[in-house]
């Protein structure tokens, strides 16, 4: 068991032999062809790597951050699960998640790692503050990374109004930033139709991020016909 491990370069080393012989290499092609910019990737599938990382962060997390590499894609994924499957408290969890931004390179590692922090769901004022740099960054993922984690954990009644002020104000053009804004959008009107709605109306969002929020929401399977015929009018 993983859980029982003591982590060294030796142990390490093993554990990267093993993912190696996890290799699936008809996933291997899939995943490449919709994750531009996934480098050096092995093609082991998420659930193992999911179960793998869980076992790792019930045992000797921290020395596996400790030894952990960056030359694969598996090894980065597995270093954002066991941050997010760790008990950690905040302080602690917030500055593992910032030692683990820089090596976000595209928008896989980005959203698996956001979707797996549950531990900053009771800090939303100290998580909020951590954000506010990363949502003024110049780089992609770290844009991206503020919008999805926000989205994540805080589409609720009590940070509704902030995030949509949160996405009024991201000016970054990337598509990558803006498709997370998009998404962002219409996750909270799948929750909150009416409230959305009304956001829509008068938001600050740029066309382009605007009418992509509108085929979100048209694609999505938990927005009601009636809804979905209104929003249809809004387009453009």
């Known amino acids: 068991m993983r859980s029982k491990v003591s982590w060294n370069e030796t142990n390490y080393t093993k554990l990267i032999n093993e993912l190696k012989f996890m290799v699936d290499d008809t996933y291997r092609e899939f995943h490449l062809q919709i994750v ?12 193992q790597l999911r179960k793998l990382g869980k076992e790792i962060a019930k045992g000797d997390g921290r ?24 008990k950690s408290d905040i302080d602690t969890l917030l500055k593992d998640t910032a030692d683990f931004v820089p090596l976000i390179s595209n928008w896989a590692l980005c959203d698996c790692f956001c979707g797996g922090l549950k531990g900053v769901k009771q800090h939303y004022d100290i998580v909020r503050g951590f954000l506010d740099p990363y949502l003024r960054s110049e780089q992609t993922y770290e844009v991206r990374f503020a919008v999805v984690l926000l989205m994540d954990h805080f589409t609720d ?4 109004s902030d995030l949509f002020s949160v996405y009024d104000e991201i000016s970054h053009t990337n598509y990558y930033v803006k498709m997370a804004v998009a998404w962002g959008v219409s996750t909270a009107f799948a929750k909150f139709p009416s409230e959305t709605m009304t956001y829509l109306k008068h938001c600050k969002l740029p066309d382009w991020t605007y009418q992509k929020a509108l085929q979100k929401i048209l694609e999505s399977r938990r927005v009601s016909q009636e809804d979905k015929e209104q929003i249809r009018a809004m387009r453009l």
């Open 36 to 47: 531009p910019g996934c480098m050096n990737f092995l093609g082991v599938r998420m659930p």
């Open 63 to 86: 020395g596996f951050l400790t030894v952990a590499g960056h030359k694969y894609y598996e090894e980065i994924m597995l270093q954002g699960i066991v941050i997010g499957a760790m």
């Open 157 to 160: 009644a009590e940070h509704l």
